[in-house]
């Protein structure tokens, strides 16, 4: 190896004078190459400080940094005048070429998710090795001794290379540069056929071309040829070939920002102008987005954080414990969230609103945030309860109908206390007019004039409460049905009696009660004896025969009115439950109907069968009501919207601790919606 | 069901009081007894026929609509069996059809509940007057069938030609015998017949729908 110990004293001598040279053009290039490469890694690394999670900055920073320490340290050994400096040198540039390689290698793998891992993996390896082979080597990895420098001209300057006994470890250091340079190509080509051709030819060929160039290193040490050291150019040219791709990157995301915000804008004016407002709540940070409107609705100020509590305190007090148990349901099991609530606004009105969301979840599957849209529905809600009066209107003139039909039982209801009460105190009159007036008889005659009275009264109230229209949400309570049945009966005795149709009855003992509007019920069962009756009124009188039957089954309460009439046509079972449909001669068709639409509204059920025999039967079923709570099922209101409570259950333990405050836990209420289909009425055979 | 009294076994008029309602029942009793008349009331048509004895005086008080039997059935049944009693229909409003029915079916009178006591008892009062009057022909009548059933069959024959007033001589040469028979048997026959007079028979015989024998001539 001793050719390589060349170099006289003259090229010493000339050295020296270049020295002197104030500034040459290389210390003038490579120091602009240094600040070039410096610059770009402060820039990034103020870009990276300030959105960490993007290291591809972290990693360009690093790169140009190193690439500029490169260049600084090639500077220092063009201009090296001893043997130890330029060992010192050609120690340490082995740091930032290890700091460079690992960034590049890393930036291609994340920037450009191209590249081998197992051959990344490999050049930080061997990377690592040379430099502890460096440092362990008593010059440098590339150099067991320096023993002299070289001076020679270049471009008209002076420069230096190092003459010396090359390090055998260094061979290391160009396989790491091959490994190098068939991972640039190996991701270049990655890259190309992903379609993004640009970036390749960038990015991987400034990356195989600085791997190609990196090999007139080991060319100089060796004495095969006679140039300066200007590995900080070629790492150079990648370094600004990353940052340009990475400014291009810059670039588009300003103008993806531009577009954003005027997506935004258009998907606020949409959601504006269909008053919907759109919210995201963050589970971690218990903080929620909304759209700016619905912000400025709910009196929020332009910023600043918004809480769950702070959101739910603009809700209808009635309502939030409904929207906690709807969200605890969709945060926990993952069920998408739906509710309608009240929200009152910050002018004191009050909008119904209709709120549906979907819970997004991390990898591990813990929910993280909520997002969703949520919109007025004032306008539909009052369609909806004006609907529900509207039918509660027809349920009731109907029943009023009905009434009209019962007159002469009612007549006579009233007839029988009055009749007793004249003959009770024409009685006593009387009795007092005679001498010897019997004070008890007296008494007893007064006792019987005031229960009779009260019968009376009585008979009034049933009325009232039957011909009254009342509050639509206001009757539920826990009914037996028996006791409807023999309500009605009471009020039917005498058309019975005059229509010569007797009355069988088959009710279950200890029946469980229902929960439901008792008029209402009274109304429907009046409907179908009334309409049995009239099944049976072309039959012998002897065969007008009325039956009926309650009985539970499957939680549910069944009443049975049986006649022995004509029966219905087969054909025409489901249609005696349409509106107006009717065989009567002034019928309107509408008793069935309502009985149809009252039944629904309890949840229940109501069906025709024809016997076996002859006649039909109407059932109707409705469910029973559980004990403690009152069930899903059961209405607690019959028009309109229902509020029915759902089970009391435990708290789950997974529930965010804000749905956990007051009141979110016990039994909650819950809209239904009641199925708005009303459905008429009478049958006539 | 006998709350008041039990049936009167002597003739003195009772009103029997039919009616499912037991406050109605209880009243109308009531106001029937302070005026003083004789009550007797029951909860239903059947219990009022199980009870029924044709020689009890008096009026019926019918309700119209029961359950079951009703008051109109009542009527009918009453009259199959030859019952005299009148009857005076209670009812509610309306029961035009079963009215016209009941007053067809011989009802004494129809009230409307509730029914005032100025016209309950006038009714009740001539109901039973009626029902009086009813028994004492009835009486009267049947006294005289006894006396009819005592007459041999040729004093009825003389009877019968005695009130179509013939002559002994002409009812003589009708039987074909003798003047002095017909006057023995003719003088039977007003014994028997507890009357004075030819014109008293006469009458008599007419109130059992006995006629006179005129053209036995010309049967002969």
Known sequence: MAFWQVGDSTNKQNLRVSRHHPMSWITIVWSINVGACLTLGAFYCAVWCKQRENWVHLLFSCSAVAAAAISAFELGMLNAQTVERYQALVRWIHLPTWVLTVSFVAFVRLYLRAGRRWLAWSIYGLRTLVLILNFISPVSVNFRTITDIHHFSWGGEIVSVPVGLPNPWGLISSFSVLLLLIFSVDATITVWRRGDRRRALLVGGSMIFGAILAWHVPLVIWGVIEVPFFLGFTYTAVVAAMGY???????????????????????????????????????????????????????????????????????????????????????????????????????????????????????????????????????????????????????????????????????????????????????????????????????????????????????????????????????????????????????????????????????????????????????????????????????????????????????????????????????????????????????????????????????????????????????????????????????????????TATDASAPRAAAPSVLLGAGANGSEAEELLVRSSSDLLERRQ | MITDQLMPPSPSPTVFVVDDDAAIRKAVSRLLRSTGIAVADFVSPTEFLAQYDPAMPGCLVLDLAMPGFNGLQLQTALDEKGSILPIIFLTGQGDVSNSVQAMKGGAFDFLTKPVNAKNLLPAIRAAIEKDAVVRQEQAKFSEIHTCLDTLTPREREVLRHVVAGKMNKQIAGDLGITEATVKMHRARVMAKMKVQSVAELARLAEQCGIRGTNSLKSAA
């Not at chain 1, 987005?289 to 009635?318: C, M, Y």
């Not at chain 1, 609530?341 to 990898?363: E, H, N, P, T």
Request: with cysteine; proline share 3%.
């Open chain 1, 245 to 643: 791709e990475l400014s291009n990157d810059m670039a588009r995301a300003a103008h993806l920002a531009r577009e954003l915000e005027i997506s935004d804008r258009r998907l606020n004016l949409a959601a504006d102008s269909a008053d919907l407002g759109l919210w995201e709540w963050d589970l971690s940070k218990d903080e929620i987005w909304v759209t700016p409107t619905r912000r400025a609705q709910l009196g929020f100020p332009v910023s600043g954080k918004i809480t769950f509590e702070d959101l739910i305190s603009r809700w209808h007090p009635d309502d939030r414990d409904k929207v906690r148990q709807a969200l605890r349901d969709a945060i926990e099991n993952g069920k998408d969230y739906e509710a309608d609530f009240r929200r009152v606004l910050a002018d004191g009105s009050v909008r119904w609103v209709a709120a549906r969301g979907r819970v997004y979840a991390d990898k591990q599957g813990k929910p993280i945030r909520l997002l969703g849209v949520s919109m007025d529905i004032t306008a539909r809600k009052q369609a909806e309860l004006e609907a529900a009066r509207q039918r509660h209107d027809l349920a009731h003139l109907a029943r009023v109908t009905s009434l009209g039909e019962l007159s002469s039982s009612l007549a006579h209801e009233l007839t029988h206390p009055l009749t007793a009460i004249l003959s009770n105190a024409q009685a006593a009159q009387r009795f007092l007019a005679r001498d010897d007036a019997d004070l008890d008889e007296v008494r007893e005659i007064l006792n019987d004039i005031v229960t009779e009275d009260q019968r009376a009264g009585e008979v009034i109230h049933r009325l009232r409460l039957l011909l009254k229209k009342g509050e639509p949400q206001k009757h539920c309570d826990d009914v037996d049905l028996n006791e409807v049945v023999r309500d009605v009966l009471k009020l039917m005795r005498n058309d019975l009696i005059i229509q010569n149709v007797t009355v069988d009855t088959d009710l279950a003992q200890n029946l469980p009660p229902v929960t439901a509007d008792r008029v209402q019920l009274q109304q429907v069962l009046l409907n179908l004896v009334l309409n049995a009756c009239e099944a049976m009124a072309d039959c012998d009188s002897s065969e007008r025969q009325l039956l009926i039957a309650s009985k539970s089954e499957n939680g549910t309460v069944r009443v049975s009115v049986t006649d022995l009439g004509g029966g219905i046509p087969e054909e025409k079972r489901e249609q005696v439950f349409e509106r107006f449909f009717t065989t009567k001669k002034e019928g309107m068709g509408l008793g069935l109907s309502i009985c149809r639409t009252i039944i629904n509204a309890h949840q229940g059920e109501i069906w025709a069968t024809n016997n076996a025999d002859r006649g039909a039967t109407f059932h109707f079923s409705l469910p029973i009501v559980r004990s403690g709570a009152l069930s899903a099922a059961s209405p607690k209101v019959l028009d309109g919207s229902a509020l």
